[in-house]
Structures are given as C-alpha cells and as structure tokens.
C-alpha cells in the first residue's frame, strides 16, 4: 500500500502551530483536533521519572476518548513536581477551552529540557485563538512539535474509505520501551478503544519499541491512536497491517534524523532461539557504540559484530553456528571472520542505509531494530542541549 505523496488528514481532523516564544523563534506549540470525540489509545514512557504530561495522560486515557493533544516543545515539564502537574492540567484545559469540549478530553504532550518550569501563563494566552487557524496540513503541527529534529515528520495513506496519519518527533533520547519520543496517529476508521489498544501494541512492539539512536529512555515518550470514526468500518486485518507499515516507516525516518546521525542502521537477528533472544540481540548492536562508530567510519572491525552478540549472556548462542552480512555481504561464519574484500566491506558501510544480518542458527525467531550511526553531530548537539 503507498503512501500519500504528500500526507493528509483523515476526515474530521486538523491542527494548527505557532511560535509562542518558548523557542528563540521557531514554532514551539501545536494543536491537534478531531471535530468529535475519538475512540483513543496511548502508550508511555517507561522511565521512572515520568513528565507531568506522562502523568496526566495516564489519567486521561482511561476514559478512552479524546477531542484533541495540546504539545508544547522547548520545556518538558518533568521534575517539576505538584505545580508542573498543575500546569499540564491549566494546558489542557486551556486548549479544551479554546475547541469547546471538556479538559479531560485533551491529551497533553511537553517536550524539550528536563527540570523547567512552564511558562504556563504564556502558553494559555498563545492558545487564544489558534482554533481559527486550524488546517488539513498534518505538517503544520509537526513543525510545533519538533526539538533537534531537522525537519517534520508526517505520513499517510488510505485503507479502503478511511486514512491513517502519522505525525512525530524525536532524534536523541530514544530507546523507549513502549512507544516512541512522540508520536501520533489519526484516522477516520471506525474502531472501539480495546481494538485500537490491541492494534496499537502490536504495531509498537515491532517498530517504535525496536528503536533506538542512543539507548537512552525519555521521560517524556508518548504514543497515541485516535479514530473519530467518521469514514465508517474498515476491514481490522487490513488495518493493522497498515497500521505497522506505517509504525515501521516513522520508525525508520526517526532513525535516520537521530541527532549526528549519517547513516541509518537497521540490524536483523535471525535463526534465534526465541523471539526474546531475537529482539535482545538485535537491540544490542544497534545500541552499541561500537557498532555505531565502525558504520559512522566504514571501517570493517567486524569482531564487533560478534562482542555485541556475545554480551547478551542469557541468549542461547552457539558460537561454530553464528553468522553475519554486511548489506549482502557475508563477514563472518562459523563465530569466525570470514575472506572479504575490505573494499567491497568498506563500501556497504558507506552507504546510506546500513543492514547488519546475524543468523544465529539455532531457531526459527527473527527480529530487527533500527537505529543510526554515531557521530561528533551527536556529541555537538547534546554537548549544548541544555543552552540552546
């Protein structure tokens, strides 16, 4: 199924941003909105120091509806303690007060540095009257919720009458255990909370969950499904297979903006014992720096492959049956380097796209993840976070 050549809203929903002056001068507040109340789902962070966003949505969630999501970026509002949740809830209320529904129907999103106070007062007033600059561009609100990301990420595509799109931000501080950064998802299907729970799970597990630029788990990770029903019934299988292709693809676009990053590295494990070794495995090199430094300097030090395997120690691994390919070309067998072609090695390393196999030969379970290269960008980015 191909995606919208440029990415669209379903039926019934907008957003609008604007630059409030939390940032110096990019727009730095967004606001999503369905023109009914939406069947929704969320997943978040797993982080022990949750944001106050994180904190109120939990609660929101469980009514199971929302009308909209109100993101702030620049300031997180985590470890602000009674008065950051107090001003997540002054948010919400201040965007439900600006679309006319009730403030537990809003979802509330902050992104940016930890350990800051809102500024809520300059938020609830750069809420007025953003309802009259609502619009069918999916990437006007990306734009409001972007921190270090170089450029919006939104995509959509069709599922018999109905649409599905996805809107996220997100380029350090990804590894999440339960969604991604942030990330949200309309459509116009008509499906019940518990289906778009379910739905949302399994999508998440295969793709925002195998995520990860450099294995560290944000505070403020979120993940929502809103469906307002509007285009009627879809078929359920075809939607969840929509559902995660598109997961998969944000996934891989998250991947390839991560902060420095040059290449995007995607690491398959396959042949393990169970799915559990698979996707342990799998995550191992695509967080080791190792692995991201020899793909960032094309340099062949394959052994790297095996040490990154190697230290998940309760996986079942049998060194004399482990094997490795570089983008199609085999660099190790039999737990040994094997004869290559350094430039042919160098040369799938350089490219843009980086695809590290190892086949474990001890089952039939495979997983992957997705991540990037590491390199100075990175260091130079997160080096100046906090003043930027």
Known sequence: MPFHDQPRFPQGFRCASRHIGLKPDAKDLALFVSDVDAPAAAMFTRNQFPGAPVILGRETIKTGRLRGIVVNSKISNVATGELGLQNARRMAAAAADEVGCAADRF???STGVIGVQLPIEVIEMGLHGMAEELQDDPLV??????TTDTYAKALSLSVGDATITW??????M???NMATMLAYIFTDAALSTETLDGMLRAAVRVSFNMLSVDSDTSTSDTCVLMANGLAGPVDNKAFAERLTEGCLRITEMLARDGEGAT????????????????RRIAKSLVNSPLIKTMVHGADPNVGRILMAV???FDAT?????????????EVLKGGMRVAYDDKKARAALAADIVDIVVDLGVGGETATAYGCDLSKGY???????YSS
């Open 174 to 176: 990804i590894e999440p």
């Open 141 to 146: 609100g990306a734009e409001g919720i972007m």
């Open 263 to 278: 290449r995007l590295l995607r690491i398959t494990t396959r042949g393990a014992k169970s799915a559990n070794d698979a």
């Open 317 to 329: 691994i049998v060194p004399a049956k482990t094997g490795a390919s570089i983008n199609g070309l």
């Open 379 to 385: 260091i130079d980015e997160n080096g100046a976070y």
């Open 310 to 312: 190697g230290k998940v």
């Open 107 to 109: 979802l509330v999103s």
């Open 167 to 172: 809107v996220a931000k997100g380029s350090g």
